[in-house]
């Protein structure tokens, strides 16, 4: 059935508001009406809710399902993607990817997308949503890195923290995935990654141990093993005394699609809840469903652990109030396009959320480079004076061009997983991807941002002669370029990159375009949209005036750029990685060739990124946390002080520049050098919106685990003895304010 528009309207405006309104029960409570429902089912019951209906099932409706148990009132669980927006159905917003939720160093947007995004799927009637994902970013040419939030433990864990609690705080339950040391695509079916304890602890488990803090429902464990086990039956992960549980994880571990092994009993056994899609997809699954069964008869598998592990599929579903008033699933994952009986038309977008998703992409959009320059003007406000730079000053600008293909309307017909680059590059391919279906290139942006008063003139390929045709002697010439990456799978090679990236260069030669433009332009604006890292060697040309690095920015990609272009919002987006000029500089490599499924071992341990390029004394051309702003901040006043097991650290930062703007400070602890941590990092950031020539009083308070490192043989978080440092600025390396304790 197809609904009018008006009516989608007012569902949608009555489901926003009814999500709004559930109660949150205590775990206990949700454990106690789950327990009462385990001993009403049967053996089969038990089993259809830990297992999934299968891939290949006709009824299933979203990417994975379990068995309704109609008597007593449970539903299939709908399960699905993404972790940046809904996929595979219509009427949603394609919310900005991971990366660039960490661009923004904001707290406040990292939860208010996470809300929005819950509100989508509760909408659909979706009771899980498949992210965070929270994959640390280990080498800059993987994958998936994008639909994550970078190469630093402390940002993802904050990134994570937020945006579950933002999912759930309207009734839908975050699967924080993928568990663990899941860093890159190619052999992601089976290669091993083998990290020590406390790399393990202090890189890839720190985030997890936030998602738990923020009562996160589910984990999903991954494809890959750590340390020769499958991640899906590691015991040391997933069991009794394993870390999970250890952290005071209450939710259930469902497995990647197609990520279990071996039998039913060595993955429930070792703690895995929940297997999904269900069916042997060829690289993995079938283990639970009728094998589960048999394992429970012949005594292999308890008939404790079968309950207990339906008590936790269950316990969320009940903690989250989704047992009562909960919407029906009206989509159907199987027809993206809309059609079909079960595809109900229901629109779940909204003008707040397109608000929201514009206002990350500005937010996120780094501004690298801004050489502004006003000459030659005569008397009366800068009469016949022209303004190179940022923000553009549009009623000095008489001619622009627009070059490159990433500037215009991407192909929307290439498949459900995005698996194409023929466009605006706005978010990565595969099962993170999201909606294009409401996407305004930039090229549209631009245009109704210039309006009438100057004549555009575009190319919206990467054809090199042509991009210079368009580009000479213009007031102003805007040049895009990009680089995606995606997810493996059974999917396609896209452009011959197989999910990871094959190199850190633009794509379609858009270096060379960018050179050729800045050749004959002397005020030539470069937007760069990347999953992660590209090379910028001609970023010190002169007459390249500007480069805002805008990521992939999801669906409101134009308005949110010229917001930052025309100056209505002043830049505040900050690296969540650094860009070098030679993948030596990252110290980790993506293992493309092996005979069989590789093992990968972690030597870097925990010098990811600007710890590695430290440690190493490798200076990149734009650093972690750095950006710029169209005003100026000063910090002083520092000072840390103890407040129980705490250090506050406080300091003042001043707009001293002449407009509005909003600076990112950003903490650095240094720790006692035998402790043996790398030589900085991140353990706090706040976004400060200040009017110009205001200050503002900052605290940021370094808990104790902010200043532990993990003791392997202790199996504990400790405090090491000594001095720590504290490092107060504006990124890795423009540090303002130092001190100690
Ligand atoms: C992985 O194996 C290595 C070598 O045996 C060991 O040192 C390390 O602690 C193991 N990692 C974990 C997380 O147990
Ligand atoms: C129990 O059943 C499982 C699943 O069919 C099977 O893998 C296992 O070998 C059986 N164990 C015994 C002791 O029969
Ligand atoms: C251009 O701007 C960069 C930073 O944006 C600055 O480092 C550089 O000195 C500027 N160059 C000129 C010529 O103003
Ligand atoms: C930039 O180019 C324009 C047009 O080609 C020219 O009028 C202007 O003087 C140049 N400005 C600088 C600073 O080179
Ligand atoms: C900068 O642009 C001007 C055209 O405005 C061109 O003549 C000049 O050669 C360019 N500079 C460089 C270094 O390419």
Redesign the pocket.
Known sequence: MRTSILTQLLLCAVLTAYSQAFTLRSWDDAYALANTAVGQMTLDEKIGIVTGTGQLNANRRCVGDTTPIPRLGIPSFCFNDGPAGMRLTKGVTGFPSGINTASTFSKRLMRARGKAMGEEFRGKGVHVFLGPAMDIMRNPKAGRAWESFGPDPYLTGEASFETITGVQSVGVQACAKHLIANNQEHWRYGLSANVDERTLREVYWAPFERSVEAGVASVMCAYNRLNGTSSCHQAGLLGPNGMLRKAGFKGYVVSDWGATHDSASDNANAGLDMEQPGDNIVIGGGVFGGNLKNAVNNGSVSVSRLNEMVARVLAPWYRLGQDSGYPAVNFDAQKPDGSGPRNEGVVVRSAAHTALVREIAAASSVLLKNNRTATGGGAGAGAGMTVRGLPIALERIKSVAIVGQDAKMPNKACGDLNECNDGTMSIGWGSGSNSLEFIVPPVDAITSFVGTGAIITSSLSNDLDAGVNAAR?KDVAFVFANAMSGELGFYDIVVGNQGDRNDLDLWWKGGSLIERV?????NTIVVIHSVGPVYMPWSV???ITGIIYAGAPGEQTGPGLVDVLSGKVNPSGRLPFSIADNEAAYGTQIVYNSLGFPEIPYTEKLNLDYRYMDAQGVTPRFEFGFGLSYTTFAYSALSTSASGTSRVVKFTVTNTGAIAGTEIAQVYLGYPTAAGEPKRVLRGFEEIVLAAGVSASVSITLGERDMSVWDTPRQAWVRPAGTFSVFVGASIKDVRLTGSF
Not at 518 to 522: F, G, I, L, S
């Open positions: 002697g800045a050749a004959v332009c002397n040309h002169p007459n």
